[in-house]
């Protein structure tokens, strides 16, 4: 038997809102991997595509100044969004990843010297693990060794506080740090923390920027990384926020055209994918007319629903996260395992019963090869969705 409907904080007609979510659709529980896009996304990307498409700021003619004057205002909307201080720390990436290997090539290589440290989370996703091996391993070609320090996760999921005390020195120059963690769903501020002026914070916020709000200034972050395919937008665009206070230590990474002497162009030669930045700007909209607190409070009752519903499913065994945490935490992730099942037989038998789900490693370097199953909502998964997946999935363990 099912739990008592949790009270949930979106109506159930944002669903029309995304085209793909047709009532024969299957019930998308991926969200953490993308999001759906609303139809006013999709309008910005195909319009761009279809008319007026042009660089922007490259020419002289209005299709081309236009646009460069939509990019400058989407720019100081996302800093906005994000509560940086000023438009000219908000730099487009491709992505998540490709802001994390930038803090990486513009900051890392020039400021680390021999002997510095980084503290980074062992489990993290690999796009803010990786970059730093690489760093450790480049800058070591050229006779500097720096020291990669890994601390614990807490049985909820979060940073372990403690253990990153315990490792940080005076040599400490960074600690990366992933806002909500994409398969625990716990969040970790390291609020608590008091840090020396030498050393720097970076947080992940791919599985924050849309499902809670966040604001750079308050987490005290003077790098901060957004995935836009994340949070309603075309894939192809990510934020990096890069604090003033910080711009000085940055060199261009990508030098080429239009990249210019000062922030926030210093780090982004080349053409953006217009497209996708302009994507940003109905994707805003969207999630500033459902209120990020609104979608906080319906994925935590999602999230609530989930974890009651399985817990009455035998062999199922949970991962860190909000299953363990002392209070009513979740931001729309929940990760499992079942005894004798693995995560991809379990993940092909939910796909061929109407639910998509993700399923393996999820790009955890430590993380054992079968993996977990990892179910993730937002604004278009409803309490029914999750009832009736609880349902399936006990049917096919028992």
């Given amino acids: 038997m099912q739990p008592a409907p949790a009270r949930i904080a979106i109506p159930a007609s944002i669903r029309d809102r995304f085209p793909a979510l047709s009532p024969a659709a299957p019930i998308y529980l991926d969200s953490a991997a993308t999001t759906q ?18 660089n922007a700021g490259r020419g002289a003619y209005p299709w081309s100044t236009s646009l460069a004057r939509r990019i400058a205002e989407i720019r100081a909307r996302a800093a906005s969004f994000i509560g940086a201080g000023s438009p000219d720390e908000v730099v487009f990436t491709s992505g998540a990843t490709a802001g994390l290997n930038a803090v990486a090539l513009a900051w890392g290589l020039t400021n680390l010297a021999d002997g510095d440290e980084i503290l980074y989370r062992a489990d993290d996703h690999a796009a803010n693990v990786a970059p730093w091996m690489v760093l450790r391993d480049t800058l070591a070609h050229f006779g500097r060794r720096i020291a990669l320090r890994p601390y614990r996760s807490t049985a909820s999921g979060e940073a372990d506080l403690d253990d990153v005390a315990a490792a940080l020195s005076s040599r400490t120059r960074l600690i990366t740090v992933s ?58 665009v990510g934020l990096l926020y890069c604090a003033r206070r910080v711009h000085d230590q940055l060199r261009p990474f990508l030098p080429g055209g239009e990249s210019g002497a000062a922030m926030p162009t210093l780090l982004e030669g080349g053409t953006y994918d217009i497209g996708a930045v302009l994507s940003l700007a109905p994707a805003f909209d969207f999630l500033d007319e459902v209120g990020r607190a609104a979608i906080a409070e319906h994925n935590l009752a999602l999230t609530q629903r989930l974890i009651a519903g399985l817990r009455t499913i035998p062999g199922l065994e ?10 009513a935490v979740g931001y729309g ?3 499992f395992t079942v005894a004798e099942l693995s995560s991809a037989d379990l993940g092909f038998a939910l796909a061929d019963a109407g639910f998509f789900v993700r399923t ?14 990892r179910v993730s909502t937002q604004v278009y998964t409803s309490a029914d969705d999750v009832d009736r997946f609880v349902d399936c999935l006990g049917a096919l363990v028992r």
């Fill in 37 to 54: 896009k609303p139809d006013t996304v999709i309008a910005a990307v195909t319009d761009y595509l279809s008319q007026r498409t042009a």
């Fill in 179 to 236: 806002h909500v963690h994409h398969v625990y769903g716990a969040r970790s501020t390291l609020e608590e923390l008091r840090l020396p002026a030498s050393t720097l914070l970076c947080f992940d916020c791919s599985q924050s920027g849309g499902h809670l709000p966040v604001d750079v200034t308050e987490l005290g972050a003077d790098f901060a990384v957004f995935a836009g395919h994340k949070m309603f937008a075309s894939p192809g």
């Fill in 318 to 327: 949970f991962t860190p996260g909000p299953a363990f945490a002392g209070c």
């Fill in 333 to 335: 992730i929940v990760a």
């Fill in 360 to 373: 393996g490693a999820h790009c955890v370097p430590t993380a054992a090869s079968d993996g977990s199953v």
